[in-house]
């Protein structure tokens, strides 16, 4: 944008506070950013009420945004808004962010706060594929190794990938058999069925030594910015570490990072999907 700005001639250097910046190019982005879901249409005056700006310098600055393509123009009444070039740098860079390395670091919060071991799955091939591991420190702990799979249906990851999958997968997977992996496994149709009805209700999985004696894990899901489930984060533990108590304790948490990896991704939260 400072290329564009400066054709223009624009691109006049300013010193503020022992920086130096391009005046017209933070002016440029602070234009940009008065607009919101409110006021989505906003003339030049108020535009120079809004920026502290004379209205001629406001008028250059929206005509070169304008220009190109950042700006679009009502021909009724003169108002600017947004413009399509913004949406697809917007699209660029969703489509472009890599969802782990946006989640690394909640992943690694997670662990720290909680002492346990954390893990990043996607499904594939209709079982769980984790993809990152922050093992615990503990000496007794969970260990997956990255590359690793499980069964969809009997860990708290899979259950919370799964239950956001459309109802044809969910039905192959249930009819080609539920096998127990441990005294707890739900290996029946319509008890998974239920299950994943109260997992797409509160947002979390649980997995209560359903994979494995002596272990237990909770997991949400990460969306993507079309709201599709694409990953889910889980914190897994030993049992006499993670009783029930301490593992519902940390939902809260566990949402809050699966969510905010979500965001980052572009997912917007809307307010009736909003917990408390």
Known sequence: MAQVLERAGLGQV???????????????????????????????????????????TVHRLASTLLDQGMLEQNAGDGKYRLGLALFELGTLVRR???????????????????GETVHLAILDHDSVLYIITHESKQALRMGSKVGTRAPVHATAVGKALLAFQPEEQIARIIARGLPSSAPNTVVGGKALQRELELVRAR???VDDEES???????????????GNVIAAISIAGPVHRMTRKTLLGWVRELVAAADAVSQRLGWSKSPSAARS
Request: proline share 2%; hydrophobic share 40%.
């Open 14 to 56: 300013s010193r503020s506070k022992g920086r130096t910046r391009l005046s017209s190019v933070a002016n440029s982005l602070r234009l940009i950013r008065a607009f919101s879901e409110d006021q989505y249409e906003i003339g030049i005056s108020d535009l120079a009420k809004r920026l502290g700006l004379a209205k001629s």
């Open 96 to 114: 472009k962010m890599d969802f782990t390395a946006e989640a690394r670091p909640f992943l690694r919060t997670l662990m720290e706060k909680t």
């Open 203 to 205: 947002n979390y999985a």
């Open 212 to 226: 494995e004696v002596g272990l237990r894990s909770i997991a949400a899901p990460i969306r993507n910015d079309s």
